[in-house]
């Protein structure tokens, strides 16, 4: 069965700092995802990667960064952490592009700054 | 761009109630479409996901959805819903080729015993 683990389920953080999410996945997935969850927002894609070193941009990137230094792992950076960053964090993986199967989530982290 | 809405934002039943929650997008081409179920405190998992034949799909749990075509719909049932089904919902669409599907805001589902 897929595992995708996520550091830490709860964080606390301070207005300023900066913040490291970290992500890493068991199925040798091609691509990865990281995603902010709102309530009445649904997910907010942040940014993704399709291979190691490669990274794009999703709709909401601004304030953040992304690390993909080995395959099982993507890591996502809060620069200097403000308090409308504070959300619940999803990571994803999934095979690559033409691949009919599904992205596989991990259980979250719900990152607060105050 | 593509966009995908869930008509429905919240929802109340009481057990035995059916349930059919909606699902739109834009794209005109090819799609994937997959529906997730997010239990409270638990991880996003597939419930059940569509990508040719059929257009009526089972997925775990009882629940089915139906791919319309010509409406641009994908819309999720179930029966027969149970105190257990109390979750959020999540429409996604992935155009033909792409890596990323798009989401819709999701759908909580609040089933009373």
């Known amino acids: 069965d897929v595992k995708v683990t996520q550091s830490s389920r709860y964080l606390v953080k301070r207005t300023g700092e900066k913040v490291f999410l970290e992500c890493v996945q068991d199925?040798?997935?091609?691509?990865m995802f990281w995603y902010r969850q709102d309530p009445g927002l649904g997910l907010r894609l942040i940014y993704f990667?399709?291979?190691?070193?490669?990274?794009e941009k999703g709709d909401i990137p601004e304030g953040y960064s992304v690390s993909r230094e080995k395959k099982e792992r993507f890591s996502l950076i809060l620069e200097s952490a403000s308090t409308n960053q504070t959300s619940m964090y999803l990571c994803?993986?999934?095979f690559g592009s033409g691949s009919n199967q599904p992205q596989h989530f991990g259980d979250g982290t719900r990152l607060s700054i105050l | 761009a593509q966009s995908v809405s869930q008509h429905n934002h919240h929802v109340i039943l009481s057990e035995a109630a059916s349930l059919e929650l909606g699902c739109n997008y834009s794209?005109?081409?090819?799609?994937?479409l997959f529906w997730y179920v997010q239990y409270p405190g638990q991880h996003l998992q597939l419930l059940l996901k569509?990508?040719?034949?059929?257009?009526l799909v089972k997925g775990i749990k009882g629940f089915e959805a139906e791919f319309i075509k010509s409406k641009f719909s994908f819309n999720l049932r179930k029966p027969s819903v149970q105190w257990s089904d109390t979750a959020e919902y999540f429409c996604a669409v992935r155009s033909g080729g792409s890596y990323i599907p798009t989401f819709g805001r999701g759908t909580s589902l609040i089933v009373h015993p």
């Open positions: 994803a993986s999934s």
């Open positions: 569509y990508f040719s034949g059929d257009p």
């Open positions: 990667s399709y291979d190691v070193k490669m990274k």
């Open positions: 794209y005109g081409g090819t799609v994937n």
């Open positions: 199925m040798d997935h091609e691509n």
